[in-house]
């Protein structure tokens, strides 16, 4: 983590995830907030997790016609949470660059530095810990 102390030095900062599903976006994006916590005490920091939000809109189901309302409650909250140079971080899998698009529209609207972070993880060990998830 020793090359995100770039990341500290700046007031409102994009850190859009991308990967599979399963792939460990939510537990590098925790550690991230752990680590820059450690480096840069400070509560501007938020994780932006769609699953809650989705979790939040639908309850425990899955309504696909309910995914553009998941998608604007994220960008708006983006966007205010940006404006206030807060460090959001994107946990989603952001698998399309239409997906990734949206956010770093913000980003460049706001003059905010944002970072793309692809979470490389096998397909074989993705479906493993997907199995091991609720829902």
Known sequence: MENVKI????NGILIILCGLPGSGK???ATSLVKYLKRERPTNNIEIIDIDQIRLQVDGN???????????DIALIRVRQLLDANYIVIIDDVNY???????????????D???LIVY?????????????????
């Open 7 to 10: 990341l500290t030095n700046h």
């Open 26 to 28: 939510t537990v590098f």
């Open 61 to 71: 189901i899955f309504i696909p016609e309910n995914e553009a309302k998941v998608r």
């Open 96 to 110: 399309y660059n239409s997906m990734r698009q949206q956010f770093r529209q913000i980003a460049e609207e706001l």
């Open 112 to 114: 905010k530095p944002y």
């Open 119 to 135: 979470i490389s993880t096998p397909v074989e060990i993705c479906l493993q810990w997907n199995t091991n998830r609720p829902n």
